[in-house]
């Protein structure tokens, strides 16, 4: 029996090789996500965005996060602290807004 060995270098993409129809499919994404929150007064025209707009950021999503993605163990634990870093730090903000403004807000009840 072979073996098939997978070099993982080889299937991964450096940062400063951009592929230019993935930036370009996602500068699309992001004007027809805009256009949908403008086109009210044009409801074909929102309808038909809406079948595929969030598909195609969901598929540019995927492709690069299994391009850039080196290492999942690595991966999952640094967005776990980079999250909650500042999850932190908002919670924090958030109680002391709460404690300085308190008094203030029994005024209002």
Do not use: Q, R
């Given at each position: 029996m072979s073996e098939v060995v997978v070099n993982p270098q080889s299937m991964q993409l450096k940062a400063d090789k951009r592929v230019a129809w993935v930036d370009m499919a996602r500068g699309v994404g992001v004007i027809l996500v805009i256009l949908v929150h403008f086109s009210n007064d044009f409801p074909y025209?929102?309808?038909m965005i809406y079948?595929?707009?969030?598909?195609?950021?969901?598929?540019?999503?995927?492709f690069v996060f299994?391009?850039?993605?080196?290492?999942?163990?690595?991966?999952?634990?640094?967005?776990i602290k980079r999250i909650s870093i500042?999850?932190?730090?908002?919670?924090g903000m958030g109680n002391i807004f709460v404690y300085f403004t308190r008094d203030a807000y029994r005024l209002y009840i």
């Open positions: 025209l929102k309808a079948t595929f707009h969030v598909p195609l950021l969901f598929f540019i999503s995927g299994n391009s850039y993605m080196k290492n999942v163990k690595k991966f999952v634990l640094d967005e500042l999850y932190w730090a908002l919670l």
